[in-house]
């Protein structure tokens, strides 16, 4: 993240070892209560909505954080006692990770978990591992949902429109269980309590303050200063990222991970966006470096990129920082084409404003123009297109305090063109870059409301004269649901969609019609997943992005590696992701073997040998018990009806995995 952290207050060290004593990758999971006292349905909502609202947050704090990462693991009716046997952990039959309860109205009121006024709370214990009485390891993070319209305890109601935001509220509690605490304590009041401040005296106003905000939809995701606290309690344990692709040729099936290619000499510390523009033989990567700033790159239909690492910085001054993903677009009339990129810059830990920011180049030089944009934005998650019959650029956000899409135009030269233009009645949860056609374009968006959020789109119409807005018709898709990031592309025979870390197929609006693949998961589980079209409307290519960190063994050449074929045979002419030196003369008097030496594949000169047997080299990656994660999630939403009686943990079956 971006450095140096201005305002935060956290745990003090020792947070990355509470929870990697369970968890050494880091990677958490987060259960859903269905106890009889405790389950998540006294918040006024079906556990299986709960469990698509938990998923979604999960998404947008996986965007965003390199370390700890969380996955959905499913429903528990283990108790949460008050009674316990030792007082001081109610939690002791709860499954290790981070756990989501609520409670009923009469307890809230007489026996409260919360302190009086609280909407929510949460905390983290560590309890003797189950039958090791005195062994302390298993980490447990609770958090406890007052249940909403309840006198005497929490008067509002719980909503994903309006205050109180449902999923802001669970953001927040999930970080306190992770470590953060209120970000807006002053400098003294934090050191008080044994934690560390980092930078303004007052604190911040962050996801992490006090109070929940009425612009509920600009702390739907992790801002500045929250990443900051991450970064500070977890940066130790995160492994330098890379972003790798691959071929999507093999549709629905995912890709092997080991066939990827790695976008070397360019660290970043979050995943990719592609342009959507329609086929064609070059399309436009934008992502962040590690210290924030906006990195952009062009790929060609043979995956050869431009310009040189060293230049793939977009705004090197003060205002080329961003905390969240930026967006790119490439457009223009097919002989002075052009490359845009926006983010949200000039992000500060006192106030919710940003600045939409916009650098333009011609795709012939690096001669970027920047401006800035007058408007008041203050939700940090932005998409663009490029709109070929009116020639404007298209960037799409949301408006903070009623989640309405809202349309911002600038032209080839990327000044903007008149005030942000809102799409009345269009409330969202997230949105994607448009697909745009003449002057008509296609928004994906996913629908605020509990059940979803529901991947949707919007059809807009740009006058070509006037750049007038007209909000033409809407369609959502209960059945797909949403997970984070969100893009549209255009294959020819069917539209293409993705969301989080899976693609599917869309067919054609209006009539819009999933194939399934939505519900299937990805056993890359790094994300969001980033798509693109290469080729053309006829013969289109299809290519993945996702991150990868930097780790030798995991069959793509990354970093300074010459090698990676991904398993641990000695001397195979791949040692420890280096080619092995070997001695002519000595090899011409051996007999020859399958596999070893002369294997192509032990060069790694596509980036990412495959995993063939007696070619490896002396070292492995390994993610401790990832592979199983995304399929104990698929059984997670819709099997409820099917519990029975037993306790401890359950997992049920959902339309769509962890993110």
């Known amino acids: 993240m971006p450095a140096p952290a201005h305002a935060y207050c956290v745990a003090p060290a020792g947070m990355v070892t509470f929870w990697s004593t369970e968890f050494p990758d880091l990677r958490l999971p987060v259960w859903l209560n269905i106890s009889t006292n405790y389950s998540v349905a006294h918040t006024g909502q079906t556990p299986q909505d709960v469990a698509r609202l938990i998923i979604e947050v999960i998404a947008r704090h996986n965007e965003s954080v390199s370390a700890p990462k969380l996955y959905f693991a499913g429903f528990t009716s283990a108790p949460y006692d008050p009674l316990a046997q030792d007082p001081s952990i109610p ?67 719980l909503l994903m429109t309006g205050y109180v935001d449902a999923s802001q509220l669970l953001l927040h509690e999930i970080g306190h269980t992770l470590g953060l605490h209120h970000a807006n304590q002053a400098e003294a009041e934090c050191a008080d309590k044994g934690l560390v401040h980092g930078g303004l005296d007052a604190g911040a106003s962050g996801v992490m303050q006090t109070a929940v905000p009425s612009n509920f939809a600009a702390y739907r995701s992790w801002r500045r200063d929250d990443l900051s606290g991450f970064e500070h309690i977890y940066g130790s344990a995160v492994e330098p990222l890379e972003i790798a692709w691959w071929p999507d040729t093999d549709y629905p099936d995912y890709p092997l991970d080991a066939a990827g290619t790695s976008v070397v000499g360019m660290p970043v510390s979050r995943s990719v966006v592609v342009s959507n523009r329609s086929p064609v033989g070059t399309q436009a990567l934008v992502t962040t470096g590690p210290d924030g700033r906006v990195l952009h790159r062009l790929m060609n239909e043979a995956g050869a990129l431009t310009p040189a690492p060293g230049d793939a910085v977009v705004d090197p001054g003060s205002s080329g920082r961003t905390w969240a993903m930026p967006a790119v677009a490439l457009g223009g009339d097919g002989i002075d ?225 010459t090698c990676d074929d991904g398993n641990d045979v000695p001397d195979d002419g791949c040692v420890a992701c280096g080619l092995e030196v070997v001695d002519e003369e000595e090899e011409a008097n051996e007999p020859a073997e399958a596999g070893t030496g002369g294997d192509e594949t032990a060069g790694g000169e596509t980036g990412g040998a495959g995993l063939v047997e007696g070619d490896g080299c002396e070292c492995r990656a390994s993610r401790t018990g990832t592979w199983w994660q995304g399929w104990l999630a698929l059984l997670g939403l819709l099997a409820l009806s099917a519990l029975g009686s037993s306790g401890g943990r359950v997992s049920a079956r959902s339309r769509g995995p962890r993110p």
């Open 91 to 157: 939690e002791i039959e709860l499954p290790a990770g981070v756990n989501i309860l609520s409670m009923t109205c009469a307890e809230a009121a007489q026996q409260p978990i919360c302190n009086g006024g609280a909407k929510a709370c949460a905390r983290f214990v560590a309890r003797p591992k189950l039958g090791e009485v005195a062994s302390w390891g298993d980490p447990i993070g609770m958090v406890a949902v007052v249940p909403p319209n309840c006198d005497g305890a929490n008067n509002d109601s």
């Open 337 to 561: 084409d052009r490359v845009f990129v926006a983010w949200m810059a000039n992000e500060q830990p006192n106030s919710s404003l940003m600045t939409l920011r916009t650098g333009v180049r011609s795709t012939d030089n690096l001669d970027w123009t920047f401006s800035n944009h007058p408007g008041d934005f203050r939700v940090n998650r932005l998409s663009a297109a490029y709109a070929p019959a009116p020639g404007v650029f298209v960037v799409t956000t949301l408006e903070a305090d009623t989640t309405q899409l809202e349309v911002v135009l600038f032209d080839l030269d990327g000044a903007a063109l008149g005030p942000v233009l809102n799409l009345e009645g269009v409330h969202a949860y997230g949105v994607g870059a448009p697909l745009c056609a003449g002057d008509r374009c296609l928004v994906p968006f996913s629908e605020s409301a509990f059940g979803g959020p529901d991947f949707g789109v919007a059809e807009i119409q740009i006058d070509a004269r006037t750049k007038a807005l007209l909000l033409l018709s809407t369609e959502v898709l209960d059945t797909v649901n949403t997970y984070g990031a969100l893009s549209l592309l255009d294959g020819g025979e069917t539209l293409l969609g993705s969301t989080g870390e899976r693609r599917f197929s869309l067919g054609s609006y209006p009539g819009l019609a999933a194939d399934g693949t939505e519900a299937f998961p990805n056993p890359n589980d790094e994300w969001p997943l980033g798509v693109g079209l290469w080729g053309s409307v006829n013969d289109p290519h299809p290519r993945m992005f996702q991150p990868r960190a930097v780790v030798c063994g995991n069959g793509i050449v990354q970093g300074a590696e």
